[in-house]
């Protein structure tokens, strides 16, 4: 095998050679390790604790672990790692990025370096994309752990699960399997008494049918009764978790904001295994996590600027720029907006608050396309996920777009809300002492792996040679020419039987897609990546004889597609592969390379034959933008039928050089708002740190941090003293831990707010030849030292108030409340949103205000004491400002904390 390997590396050789000599290792330990008792299997576990406590490294001990993990696999799931899985896993346990294609085995490989580092008692985090994967891949590997003696833990959104081995007791799961009901299920699915047999398992009742189930099915069914509910803190105490990105990051945001160390879920961020690395850690890098509160209902003026909007004609009162997905209102559209508001210019008389309402709306009409963008489930608006197609549910766009489209659907205009916890994905997962993934198409976003996570690349080859042929893109006129040559090609291949996923950009191409197929009597399935469980089913069955499979790019992902069915039968997989396997038809490129890669992945797993190709039109998004005139007039010209396809390589190299083009843009565009999120992250990582102090520090380490905010004030010692004597030293410091949360959150919401005003400002001082991340590092810098000193002198002037209740308190007693409601939400809510000023369409903490990055129309609502100096007059946060500015807006002068705080523009110097 390893003679095999060394024919196949790629660019990075060097790098796979190194690793070699350990798959020898390991190979060298099997027959010794197979000679093994089941019970002596299994000890190696404790031996391994050992060894670690001895001294010894995972390092050390990872040939003979990895031999036991492999082994232990076969004994249970009936799977041997190959020697490409074993190199993944050493890949991953280094800390680095593993590519394998598709079908190779990517959650086998997950085992190796998950059980390995767990073995250090620290836990292990194995993220997936979805819930419905992390109870899948718990159920099915967790056999493998529970025989070695290490726990597992599933986190889902609103439950969480532990593996158990004894499943018979675990009917009442409080989840049901999808096909539950046996009369509904298809009879391939269902485990006979005939078929109970397997080597090293003796299956002695009925109950044990489940295992039997699992193993055969388990790669795209979850076997429920094997997950027992429990806690969330019991999850993440287990030696290996399984859950999402958004639940692991929005458990470290509700543990940060926390006011019991009972409430507490996470343990410290040792080991982390991303799957479908490139989805995580880049697609959805885009959308940072925040938690957030109402703060007011929403104002009528989105349907009133849905009216407007709606009456405007595109090209003549706005421009759309689909390369930067922006709008641009022309005099011709302004001047019909300002006559429905009867005013004679909207920019004087009405401020920026009524350009931006206007703004927005043009842009909900003109760039977001229901059942593309978004789609409207039970009366609300729901985005669609641009990469996978998946629902959003909870996702918000920002700064008010989102209500503008609700408003545009006419439906229920949600609340605005304020950002009361943030992190973004990158600084999340860099919080972990070593993160690795796996994917089956890493190598084009190489370069932004190493650059942001210190991760490398390395391609790892297949067990077996790839016998899949990509065609030439098929290339049409219009799109409706294209649909019809689809519907024939498909009608064609379903006659001589072989199987075919097509794969849509949307859910209304989708559904467009399906009509024209029943015009061909095609019988098919459509998935709109709605279910992921049932879609998961599906798709393995999508390489039966015939099949005919319509999903949005990643419906079912993570789910193999095997060549005549899951499980299939000798003879029907055998036809399958001779008429040619999976034909995988995609019917339209993406701006990323990666979503074209991983819909071709589909075809062609363990050296299976397949077929893929590309059929585009000059009307896709991509060719309408990207595509030179030239190519149009040519194929007018020539007088081609729009149902006739024409094979340029050199229409299809400008494709992918604009794919390349536009992946470049995205990572600037990420890398930017990083730079920023990194000067907030510095500050994050304190005030969670310390807040983390407060929390579950000891008496002593409580006085200690108190004494340091207060930065050595003298009368503070006489107060702590006073205090204590009289209402007892116990009581004192129950109240003061309360006391130094409250005011740490309500001084940290408010610095949050005024950071992201700053923003805002800091890039107009481009013009004047500073830049602007430098500017933005220096105001953020003096800002919170402003706050940890608001902070501070609040915490020290309530003191004396500590345990009684006086006027003094009455601030701090109406944010406490306000925040209880938030952490009370934070128990079901929190959206993953795109970071503000990412890009036009970027998506944040769901408005935040529609005007709060305009010069604050609105005051805060809270109400620190700490003031500033001003020209030696003491100012407070929601002071007027000295200077007199005035908002056009409202007409009032400008608070301090939104003028001569942060420097604004409009401020008078």
């Not at 009901?181 to 398992?201: G, L, V, Y």
């Not at 650059?451 to 391609?459: M, S």
């Not at 708002?673 to 990582?685: A, C, G, M, S």
């Not at 406490?816 to 993953?832: F, N, P």
Request: glycine residues 8%.
């Amino acid at each position: 095998m390893l003679s095999f390997l060394k024919g196949m590396f790629s660019g990075n050789e060097a790098k796979l050679k190194a690793f070699l000599p350990v798959v020898a290792e390991i190979n060298a330990f099997e027959p010794a390790v197979k000679a093994l008792s089941d019970e002596a299997l299994a000890a190696r576990t404790a031996f391994f604790k050992n060894e670690l406590t001895s001294g010894r490294t995972v390092d050390e001990i990872l040939p003979e672990a990895f031999a036991v993990v492999r082994e232990a696999a076969r004994r249970t799931l009936g799977q041997r790692h190959f020697d490409v899985q074993l190199l993944g896993g050493v890949i991953l346990h280094q800390g680095n990025i593993a590519e394998m294609r598709t079908g190779e085995g990517k959650t086998l490989v997950a085992t190796l370096p998950a059980y390995l580092n767990a073995l250090q008692g620290k836990g292990v985090h194995i993220v997936t994309v979805n819930d419905y994967l992390s109870r899948r891949d718990a159920a099915w590997m967790g056999q493998i752990y529970a025989f070695l003696g290490l726990s597992v833990g599933v986190i889902n959104h609103e439950s969480s699960f532990l593996y158990d081995s004894s499943h018979g007791k675990n009917q009442e799961s409080g989840i049901k399997n999808q096909e539950s009901d046996e009369k509904n299920r298809d009879s391939r699915f269902i485990i006979h008494d005939s078929e109970k047999s397997k080597d090293n398992k003796k299956i002695s009742d009925g109950s044990d049918l489940l295992d039997k189930e699992r193993d055969i099915l388990g790669s795209f069914k979850v076997v429920h009764e094997f997950l027992r509910p429990c806690s969330r803190q019991e999850a993440y105490a287990a030696d290996i978790t399984y859950g999402t990105n958004n639940e692991f990051g929005f458990d470290y945001l509700r543990d940060n904001i926390a006011y019991d160390e009972r409430e507490l879920r996470q343990r410290d961020f040792h080991f982390a295994i991303v799957d479908e690395v490139d989805s995580i850690l880049i697609d959805e890098a885009r959308t940072p996590l925040i938690i957030s509160a109402a703060t007011a209902d929403s104002e009528d003026l989105y349907g009133l600027f849905a009216k407007i909007a709606s009456a405007l004609k595109r090209d003549e009162d706005f421009k759309v720029d689909e390369k930067l997905r922006a709008i641009t209102l022309t005099d011709s559209g302004i001047e019909k907006a300002e006559k429905k508001l009867a005013v004679g210019n909207i920019y004087t008389e009405k401020g920026i608050k009524y350009v931006h309402h206007l703004e927005n709306a043009v842009k909900a009409k003109a760039l977001y396309e229901k059942d593309k963008a978004y789609v409207v489930k039970d009366g609300e608006v729901v985005i669609v996920d641009e990469f996978t197609g998946r629902l959003q549910p909870g996702r918000r766009w920002s700064e008010g777009l989102h209500q503008a489209i609700e408003a545009k659907e006419a439906v229920a205009v949600q609340k605005e809300s304020r950002t009361m916890a943030s992190i973004t994905f990158q600084n999340y997962f860099r919080l972990y002492k070593k993160l690795s993934g796996m994917t089956g198409t890493a190598a084009t976003s190489a370069e932004e792996f190493y650059k942001v996570y210190g991760a490398d690349t390395l391609v790892v080859p297949t067990n077996k040679p790839v016998d899949r042929r990509d065609r030439n893109d098929q290339i049409f006129q219009t799109e409706a020419g294209k649909l019809k040559a689809i519907a024939r090609k498909v009608k064609e291949l379903h006659g001589k039987g072989q199987p075919v996923l097509i794969g849509t950009v949307s859910i209304e191409k989708n559904e467009l897609l399906g009509e024209y197929l029943k015009r061909e009597g095609v019988p098919h399935e459509i998935l709109n990546a709605k279910n992921h469980e049932r879609e998961g089913e599906i798709i393995a069955q999508a390489g039966r004889k015939s099949a005919v499979t319509i999903a949005t790019n990643m419906a079912g992902r993570g789910v193999d597609i095997k060549l005549g069915g899951n499980p299939a039968s000798p003879d029907e997989a055998r036809f399958v592969r001779e008429v040619g396997g999976l034909f995988v038809l995609g019917t339209e490129r993406h701006e990323a390379r990666r979503i074209d890669n991983q819909l071709r992945g589909r075809s062609g797993r363990q050296g299976d034959p397949g077929e893929t190709q590309f059929f585009v039109s000059l009307e896709d998004t991509l060719m309408r933008v990207f595509a030179s005139d030239t190519i149009k007039n040519m194929m007018g010209r020539f007088g081609i039928a729009e149902d006739q396809a024409i094979e340029n390589r050199l229409i299809t190299r400008s494709l992918e050089t604009a794919q390349t083009k536009i992946e470049g843009f995205n990572f600037d565009a990420r890398k930017h708002v990083l730079e920023y999120d990194d000067v907030l992250n510095h500050q994050r990582t304190i005030i969670y740190g310390r807040r983390r102090n407060i929390l579950r520090g000891s008496v002593a380490e409580l006085e200690q941090t108190l004494f340091e905010m207060a930065g050595g004030d003298e009368s503070l010692a006489k107060g702590v003293s006073d205090k204590k004597q009289a209402i007892g030293d116990e009581e004192f410091f129950r109240h003061l831990r309360r006391l130094m949360l409250q005011a740490l959150d309500t001084f940290w919401i408010e610095h949050l707010e005024v950071m992201d005003y700053m923003r805002g400002s800091v890039n107009l001082r481009a013009y004047g030849q500073r830049d602007p991340l430098v500017e933005y590092k220096k105001e953020g810098l003096r800002l919170f030292k402003e706050m940890e000193a608001a902070a501070a002198d609040q915490i020290v002037r309530l003191i004396p108030t500590v345990g009684g209740a006086t006027a003094a308190v009455a601030p701090l007693e109406a944010e406490r409340r306000r925040l209880a409601e938030v952490h009370e939400q934070a128990q079901t809510i929190g959206h993953r949103l795109d970071e503000v000023g990412l890009r036009p369409d970027a998506v944040g903490s769901g408005d935040l205000e529609s005007n709060r990055q305009h010069h604050g129309t609105q005051g805060s609502t809270l109400n620190p004491e700490k003031g500033r100096t001003f020209a030696k007059v003491k100012v407070g946060r929601n002071d007027p400002c000295p200077c007199g500015a005035v908002n056009a807006t409202s007409g009032k002068i400008y608070k301090y904390k939104h003028c001569g705080l942060i420097a604004a523009p409009h401020h008078r110097r």
